[in-house]
């Protein structure tokens, strides 16, 4: 099993930045792709990006990218996810997923294998 804690969350003001991370411990060499989601009150998770296992390739939602960047330090099992010029619709809980195989910004929230339980990014206007 893989544990995914994610921190880093709070209100910011909108214009502001926030970077989340995402500690991984456990069986963490199983872990290949991993992924932020986010899911907003009455609508359902939604993909925010992914990356690959060397961090060489990254997919972002249009609706974040450009102002997001997603990153990971291996030898530290963390995952991170930068978040600039944040918008009041940015709101919403963050998830990190991890997953054995290989990710893109196609691959479902349920074909990730682990799930942490969130953190709570709040922008206001």
């Known amino acids: 099993q893989v544990q995914l804690v994610e921190s880093g969350g709070g209100l910011v003001q909108a214009g502001g930045s926030l970077r989340l991370s995402c500690a991984a411990s456990?069986?963490?060499?199983?872990?290949?792709?991993m992924g932020w989601f986010r899911q907003a009150p009455g609508k359902e998770r939604e993909f925010v990006a992914a990356i690959s296992w060397s961090g060489s390739v990254t997919y972002y939602a249009d609706s974040v990218k450009g102002r997001f960047t997603i990153s990971r330090d291996n030898a530290k099992n963390t995952l991170y996810l930068q978040m600039d010029s944040l918008k009041p619709e940015d709101t919403a809980v963050y998830y990190c997923?991890?997953?054995?195989?290989?990710?893109?910004?196609?691959?479902?929230?349920?074909?990730?294998?682990?799930w942490g339980r969130g953190t709570q990014v709040t922008v206001s206007s």
């Open positions: 456990g069986r963490t060499f199983s872990v290949n792709g």
């Open positions: 997923a991890a997953r054995r195989g290989i990710v893109a910004d196609t691959t479902p929230p349920a074909d990730y294998d682990y």
